[in-house]
């Protein structure tokens, strides 16, 4: 699976983005999709993550409520839109696809091989 993340720019506090995740390859529609972030001089962390049929997500404490990440198979496209964001969600984002297929959820980065290039977020106070 080769993925390739797009949709990052300047936003002020308060406002939205949507940060799409193209992926190659015939097997996307099997595979847990998961957000994570690194800000700079953090360490890379959990976002968000959705199941293989969209049936489920799961989102870090710091996001919910706020972020919405959703899927169409069809297109072979992971989504992740942002609102109310902070300062604080500045970061390079990242889309990642798990090591299993038809697997549930899952927020730990290393059960993720596959992973696009990253995006850079950036919200001004």
């Known amino acids: 699976v080769q993925l390739q993340a797009s949709g990052g720019g300047l936003v002020q506090a308060g406002g939205s983005l949507r940060l799409s995740c193209a992926a190659s390859g015939r097997t996307f529609g099997r595979h847990t999709m998961g957000w994570f972030r690194r800000a700079p001089g953090k360490e890379r962390e959990f976002v968000a993550a959705i199941t293989w049929s969209g049936g489920a997500t799961d989102y870090a404490d710091t996001v919910k409520g706020r972020f919405t990440i959703s899927r169409d198979n069809a297109k072979n496209t992971v989504y992740l839109q942002m609102d109310s964001l902070k300062p604080e969600d500045t970061a390079v984002y990242y889309c990642?696809?798990?090591?299993?297929?038809?697997?549930?959820?899952?927020?730990?980065?290393?059960?993720?091989?596959?992973w696009g290039q990253g995006t850079l977020v950036t919200v001004s106070s």
């Open positions: 990642a696809a798990d090591n299993q297929y038809y697997s549930g959820i899952n927020s730990n980065p290393n059960a993720y091989p596959y």
